[in-house]
């Protein structure tokens, strides 16, 4: 699959450039490399992902932490990064944040986590206190898309600023955008604020219940 083959050429680069290179002629992957697709069914892409050392996060992690949810699901939730209680579950959107998706699901959109689909960008936690790599982020990338071409969901719930941009390529602060439904070629997305955000800022629940109501209306 190009997108793997492209993070693997970037992560050598990232390599490269750590080790000082300023320019490199990094020779593209030959047709004689190894199969380098990703598998076309979720729970042999998580088995891959769960063996998963294409970079730096793969040392420090506990459990590779990957999508979970309804496979068939028509929304699809995205966040940023396992938190430390994930990483030590090997579950999604465990701890305060997690109970508190489960309450936007249940209270607003009248759906359980199992009937939706949620992952984030990256499958391993993040370094502590430092935000999220682009390095790591594009090298996890092919992991993301791969799950949404084969959860296929309509509508693309991004949690959070990170989620919404590493997703998107678009760096607009979260309030201008949030809410707002982008139609894209093979679904709609429509971010809104992260749940570790609503835990942190109690008073932005009132705009997040507008995005969630918009949502409601979609399906
Ligand atoms: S964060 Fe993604 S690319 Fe990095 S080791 Fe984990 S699964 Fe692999």
Known sequence: MKNLKNALLLKQLYQLKQLGYKYTSVSAYQETEPDLTLPNNLHALEKQAKECHLCTLSKGRQKVVFGEGNPNAKLMFVGDTPSSSDDSTGNIFTGRSGEMLSKMLENVLKLSRSDVYITNILKCKSLAHQPLAPSHAHTCHPYLLKEISLVKPDIIITL???????????????????????????????????????????????VVLEDLLKIKALI
């Open 160 to 206: 959070g600023d990170t989620a919404y941009h590493y997703l998107t390529g678009d760096t607009t602060d979260m309030s201008q955008v949030r809410g707002i439904v982008q139609e894209k070629e093979d679904y709609t997305i429509i971010p809104t604020y992260h749940p570790s955000y609503l835990l942190r800022n109690p008073s932005a629940k009132k």
